[in-house]
């Protein structure tokens, strides 16, 4: 038996960076390594590009039923990107958690400031690109938007960017395995952390253990509670 006990829910991770830096490409390589992981399918109102799967990159509608979705307070957060809307539904994300499954959100800025207010305990991690170069070059290469949107979208990179340091962790996202490393290693040391501690197996008697030690006699295993 351990001597500690942790809390068995999962952790709520938020993962921002600038379009063309890889988030999803990041995460869903993550959670194919890792049963206890799980991304939520955001909602967007962006036309479908080619690769795009309906309820796997995201869960497509509508301009006007994003904004009918909004009146029923259908998400956890919402935002207004490159004039498009990005949305997390609430539904799942708290069973999900309960279950000890840590739960991945792949949201811009906007929205990730919103959880933070709601959940300030989930975790922020900021992916960059290696370098300006490299984020032109990713953008470039998807093929998928006008030049006006890339250099829209470019811009609003810029300015995300600079928001880095409302986050908790920040990693370069250069090559795959070596990102995706580094947010399994983030993840390990917050599952370390003494505030998910629920149950310490000792005895709480200071003056009982003494005389054990003292008797070289074998101390039997007790609960303590550590209170929140």
């Given amino acids: 038996m351990s001597i500690i006990k942790k809390k068995e829910r999962g952790s709520l991770i938020v993962i921002s960076g600038p379009s063309g830096v890889g988030k999803d490409t990041v995460v869903n390589e993550y959670v194919k390594t890792h049963d206890n992981a799980w991304i939520s399918v955001s909602t967007t109102s962006r036309p479908m590009r080619p690769g795009d799967v309906e309820g796997e990159t995201?869960?497509?509608?509508?301009?006007?039923?994003?904004?009918?979705?909004?009146?029923?307070?259908?998400?956890?957060?919402y935002a207004d990107y490159v004039d498009k809307y990005?949305?997390?539904?609430?539904?799942?994300?708290?069973?999900?958690?309960?279950?000890?499954?840590?739960?991945?959100?792949?949201?811009?800025?906007?929205?990730?400031?919103?959880?933070?207010?709601?959940?300030p305990d989930a975790l922020f991690i900021f992916l960059l690109p290696p370098n300006l170069k490299t984020l032109k070059s990713r953008l470039k290469n998807r093929g998928t938007e006008t030049k006006e949107?890339?250099?829209?979208?470019?811009?609003?990179?810029?300015?995300?960017?600079?928001?880095?340091?409302?986050?908790?962790?920040?990693?370069?996202?250069?090559?795959?395995?070596?990102?995706?490393?580094?947010?399994?290693?983030?993840?390990?040391?917050?599952?370390?952390?003494?505030?998910?501690?629920?149950?310490?197996?000792?005895?709480?008697?200071?003056?009982?253990?003494?005389?054990?030690?003292?008797?070289?006699?074998?101390?039997?295993?007790?609960?303590?509670?550590?209170?929140?």
């Fill in 58 to 77: 995201y869960n497509f509608v509508t301009t006007e039923e994003f904004e009918r979705l909004i009146k029923e307070d259908y998400f956890l957060e």
């Fill in 149 to 228: 949107k890339m250099i829209e979208r470019f811009k609003a990179a810029y300015h995300e960017m600079n928001q880095v340091t409302k986050y908790n962790y920040v990693v370069i996202s250069e090559e795959l395995t070596e990102t995706v490393k580094k947010i399994e290693a983030i993840l390990i040391s917050e599952k370390l952390r003494c505030d998910r501690i629920e149950e310490v197996y000792l005895n709480n008697e200071e003056e009982y253990m003494h005389e054990m030690l003292l008797e070289d006699k074998e101390m039997p295993n007790k609960i303590l509670e550590v209170e929140e």
């Fill in 86 to 119: 990005y949305g997390t539904p609430k539904k799942f994300i708290n069973e999900k958690l309960e279950k000890g499954i840590d739960v991945f959100l792949v949201i811009e800025i906007q929205g990730a400031m919103k959880v933070k207010e709601l959940i």
